[in-house]
Structure formats: C-alpha cells, structure tokens
C-alpha cells in the first residue's frame, strides 16, 4: 500500500515561493511510478498540477502553474518535490501528492485516475 507525507505548506505573501515535499513508501507494486502533485480548494474540485514520470524526464503542468512551478524527483530518497514561484491568491489550496498506476504521466493524470497513496495533504495559503 503507498503512503505519502506532504510538507512544506505554509502562509505566503502573494508574489512569494514555496517548496513543498512529499515522501513516499510503499511502492512495492509501483515502484516505477509517475508521481503528481494535486491541490483542492474549498468548494472547489481536485486539480491535477503537476506530474513527472519515473525516470523524471517528463513532466507535466496545469496551464496555471506552467512557468511557475516546477516539479522534480529523487527516486533513491523516495522523495517529490514542487517548487512554487510568483504565487497568487489563486493558489491556496490544499497540495496533495500522489503515486500513478503508470511509469509515465498519462493523459488521464489530470483526473487523478488510478492515483494511490493521497495522505493528508499540506496547506498553501497565498495571501493578496
């Protein structure tokens, strides 16, 4: 069973960074998996905001974060990582991370579908 642990949240002025990071284990049956970030603000649906595949050569960004942030992995610390930059009002949510049923980050990633491990997510607030 994947479990996840996100940290990092915290409040920021608008126009701030913030670096979240997620550690992740039990990957037994997918241990060769893409890796998202996903956000959920209240009365609002999940969003899928970032994802890179295994080998951490591919990612892929909601169109509003792209140029923004950026994600990256270490897979022999288990670890994944999203850089926030020029944050905005719009960002506040609360960041979940997640692991992917696939090596690379489908075109579904977005949905979250056949996404494991959601802990208890940590929460961004950007403040105008």
């Known amino acids: 069973q994947v479990q996840v642990e996100e940290s990092g949240g915290g409040l920021v002025q608008a126009g701030g960074s913030l670096r979240l990071s997620c550690t992740v284990s039990?990957?037994?049956?997918?241990?060769?998996?893409?890796l998202a970030w996903f956000r959920q603000a209240p009365g609002k649906e999940r969003e899928g905001v970032a994802c890179?595949?295994?080998?951490?050569?591919?990612?892929d960004y909601a169109d509003s974060v792209k140029g923004r942030f950026t994600i990256s992995r270490d897979n022999a610390k288990k670890t994944l990582t999203l850089q926030m930059n020029d944050l905005d009002a719009e960002d506040t949510a609360m960041y979940y991370c997640?692991?992917?049923?696939?090596?690379?980050?489908?075109?579904?990633?977005?949905?979250?579908?056949?996404?494991?491990?959601w802990g208890q997510g940590t929460q961004v607030t950007v403040s105008s």
């Open positions: 997640a692991s992917g049923g696939h090596s690379e980050c489908l075109s579904s990633w977005r949905l979250g579908a056949n996404f494991e491990g």
């Open positions: 890179i595949n295994y080998m951490g050569s591919r990612t």
């Open positions: 039990g990957l037994t049956s997918r241990q060769y998996s893409s």
